[in-house]
């Protein structure tokens, strides 16, 4: 059975024993993949996330 493991924050070590700098990036527009896979596949996804504040006038 397939499994995914979330690192969080990995440390800068960790992430030089993968490679990650090394890496290309993948940019795919929206698809289908089959569930299965025949090897093993490591990714690192970089997020960002955008707050907004909405101020509330309390009156």
Not at 18 to 31: P, T, Y
Not at 32 to 53: K, L, S
């Amino acid at each position: 059975m397939s499994q995914i493991t979330i690192e969080h924050n990995p440390s800068e070590e960790r992430l030089q024993a993968l490679g990650v700098a090394g890496w290309s990036i993948w940019e795919k527009e929206i698809s289908t993949f089959p569930i299965d896979f025949d090897e093993t596949e490591t990714a690192y996804i970089w997020v960002t996330v955008r707050i907004r504040e909405k101020k509330c006038n309390s009156g």
